[in-house]
Structure formats: structure tokens, C-alpha cells
């Protein structure tokens, strides 16, 4: 992500978008597609016994996280950033700082079901950046995300990828799950200095010990 971009993040099961802009200027993410609306309204049903159910299951609160720890490439990150989508495009909106990493509010928060994602810039004006050194990560290595609660998550990274742009895993990456999982992600391979891209990204996967 050079000095300031990252890519096109988007969350959901049809989400065909990949990370892009990782270099300069305030990047942006390419908007999630989105299922068609109907045009009709479909007629709402009542059913006593069914309006009138209540699960007996109940399910801890999770806790939005506050920081990465990384203890394989000496990382402790600052204050997670809570990043949501530009008004102008509804694209993912991208750490403003390049030693602060940003969580994807609008997914899943990490412990919850389903893939946590967290991204975070390689360099920033020909400097590293909070994610210069994830690409030095192995499979079995440790992350700890600690939560506002004072709660900590630990996950053990299973799959450490570098793939290109073009070709990015979307459904890899964001696809729902039951299960609870953690994407640290940023920009890796060659630098377009022509486009002021990186060309590939750089995706750490990881699940809950």
C-alpha cells in the first residue's frame, strides 16, 4: 500500500471485489455487489406459535477488538481503527495512519462467527508501515487480538498467501462461515510505480486456538 492505499475490501457472500489501490493518495475499495431487489413486496405471514418463539440458546457478547499482537514479528499494534465504507462509493475506507491497522466494523468482530477482517498499509511515503513484516509469517505462528472488554482471542495463522490483484480469493476471504476466523491482510509483490500500486496482496489466514 505505498503511501496510502490499501484495496478493495467487501464483506458477504457475493462480494466480488478484490484489494487494489495500495499506494497513494486516500485509497478506496471497490463497493460490495449487492443482491437485486424484488419488485414486489412479499405478504407477510403470521404464525401465533412461530411469532410467539423464543431460542433457548444463548450466545456470549463479543467484544469489538482494540489491538493486534503478533509476538513472530515483534508487533503490538496502536488502537485498532474502526473502518466502515466512503459515503461517495460505499468502497471500504482505509487505515488513516500508517502505523494504525483498521478492523472492517461491518463484519464480523473477531470470535464472532464468520471471517474478522483486519488491514493494514506496508509502507507509507518509502517507509514501513504496521504491516511491513506480515508477509514474514508462517503457519503456526500466534495472533492475539485483544477486545474493549479487556477479553483477549487467540488465533493460530493456518495459510499465509500472496496473490495478485486480479485474481483475488474474494469468496476465500469473506465468505460466511459458522466458524469464527481472522483475515490480516495488506500490499505485497512488485510496486507499480507508473499506477503507485502494489500489484499483489499479502493475506494472512487464521482460526481460534
Known amino acids: 500500500m505505498g503511501a496510502r492505499g490499501l484495496a478493495s475490501l467487501a464483506a458477504g457472500v457475493a462480494m466480488a471485489v478484490m484489494l487494489t489501490a495500495c499506494a497513494s493518495g486516500v485509497g478506496s475499495a471497490a463497493a460490495p455487489a449487492r443482491a437485486a431487489q424484488t419488485a414486489a413486496t412479499p405478504t407477510k405471514l403470521s404464525d401465533p406459535a412461530a411469532d410467539g418463539f423464543k431460542s433457548v440458546r444463548t450466545y456470549a457478547t463479543v467484544a469489538p477488538p482494540t489491538r493486534v499482537r503478533i509476538p513472530a514479528i515483534d508487533l503490538v499494534t496502536p488502537p485498532l481503527e474502526r473502518l466502515g465504507r466512503v459515503p461517495a462509493d460505499k468502497s471500504i475506507a482505509l487505515p488513516t495512519r500508517p502505523e494504525r491497522a483498521g478492523w472492517f466494523k461491518d463484519g464480523p468482530r473477531p470470535g464472532q462467527p464468520g471471517p474478522a477482517v483486519v488491514?493494514?498499509?506496508?509502507?507509507?511515503?518509502?517507509?514501513?508501515?504496521?504491516?511491513?513484516?506480515?508477509?514474514?509469517?508462517?503457519?503456526?505462528?500466534?495472533?492475539?487480538?485483544?477486545?474493549?472488554?479487556?477479553?483477549?482471542?487467540?488465533?493460530?495463522?493456518?495459510?499465509?498467501?500472496?496473490?495478485?490483484?486480479?485474481?483475488?480469493?474474494?469468496?476465500?476471504?469473506?465468505?460466511?462461515?459458522?466458524?469464527?476466523?481472522?483475515?490480516?491482510?495488506?500490499?505485497?509483490?512488485?510496486?507499480?510505480?507508473?499506477?503507485?500500486?502494489?500489484?499483489?496482496?499479502?493475506?494472512?489466514?487464521?482460526?481460534?486456538v
Open 119 to 208: 488491514i493494514g498499509h506496508v509502507d507509507w511515503n518509502h517507509g514501513p508501515a504496521v504491516f511491513f513484516r506480515l508477509r514474514e509469517m508462517k503457519p503456526g505462528e500466534t495472533v492475539y487480538v485483544d477486545r474493549a472488554d479487556g477479553s483477549t482471542q487467540e488465533f493460530r495463522v493456518t495459510t499465509v498467501r500472496q496473490v495478485a490483484k486480479t485474481d483475488f480469493p474474494t469468496a476465500d476471504v469473506y465468505a460466511p462461515d459458522l466458524q469464527s476466523s481472522l483475515r490480516l491482510i495488506t500490499c505485497g509483490g512488485q510496486f507499480d510505480y507508473q499506477a503507485r500500486n502494489y500489484l499483489d496482496n499479502v493475506i494472512v489466514f487464521a482460526s481460534p
